[in-house]
């Protein structure tokens, strides 16, 4: 699954490269990458417990938010994305959690305090937040309703 969103950022970030059949494709399918993203969000939390650095669910997760915020930099799924229902709530309260999270234990979450000495941790949930702030960013832009919301 973590190959496959991989493939489908790669694709999604090469904007030059898609015909509006691929981009309507892309559009049809934000909906369940979305509904996979509110489901899935927490096993990220489960890494600031966890030894295992190698959760799927969590990998996974970390894949959909990354092109969630590839597709919400895209005009055309963007308004598609900032009307799904409750996709901007869980953004928020997913940051919330993962800011709580790296109060009370390592956080695993920003680069800033992965780095040990001169040695930097490649924690596969590193920047997190900030994709998750990106992806709040791109849900409010030029939607005053996901304005208020937030």
């Given at each position: 699954?973590?190959?496959?969103?991989?493939?489908?950022?790669?694709?999604?970030?090469?904007?030059?490269?898609?015909?509006?059949?691929?981009?309507?494709?892309?559009?049809?399918?934000?909906?369940?990458?979305?509904?996979?993203?509110?489901?899935?969000?927490?096993?990220?939390?489960?890494?600031?417990v966890a030894a295992d650095a190698e959760?799927?669910?969590?990998?996974?997760?970390?894949?959909?938010?990354?092109?969630?915020?590839?597709?919400?930099?895209?005009?055309?799924?963007?308004?598609?994305?900032?009307?799904?229902?409750?996709?901007?709530?869980?953004?928020?309260?997913?940051?919330?959690?993962?800011?709580?999270?790296?109060?009370?234990?390592?956080?695993?979450?920003?680069?800033?305090?992965?780095?040990?000495?001169?040695?930097?941790?490649?924690?596969?949930?590193?920047?997190?937040?900030s994709h998750l702030i990106r992806l709040?960013?791109?849900?409010?832009?030029?939607?005053?309703?996901?304005?208020?919301?937030?």
């Amino acid at each position: 699954r973590v190959t496959f969103l991989e493939l489908m950022m790669a694709k999604i970030s090469d904007k030059n490269s898609l015909t509006s059949e691929e981009m309507n494709v892309f559009v049809r399918h934000a909906d369940f990458l979305a509904g996979c993203f509110q489901e899935k969000c927490g096993a990220v939390l489960k890494l600031t417990v966890a030894a295992d650095a190698e959760d799927e669910e969590a990998l996974v997760t970390i894949r959909l938010l990354d092109v969630l915020c590839e597709m919400t930099s895209n005009s055309s799924q963007l308004e598609h994305l900032q009307a799904f229902p409750g996709l901007l709530e869980t953004a928020v309260d997913t940051l919330r959690l993962t800011h709580l999270a790296g109060k009370q234990a390592v956080n695993i979450f920003t680069a800033t305090h992965a780095v040990t000495g001169q040695e930097e941790i490649s924690h596969p949930a590193v920047g997190f937040k900030s994709h998750l702030i990106r992806l709040i960013g791109n849900l409010c832009y030029k939607n005053k309703e996901n304005q208020d919301k937030v």
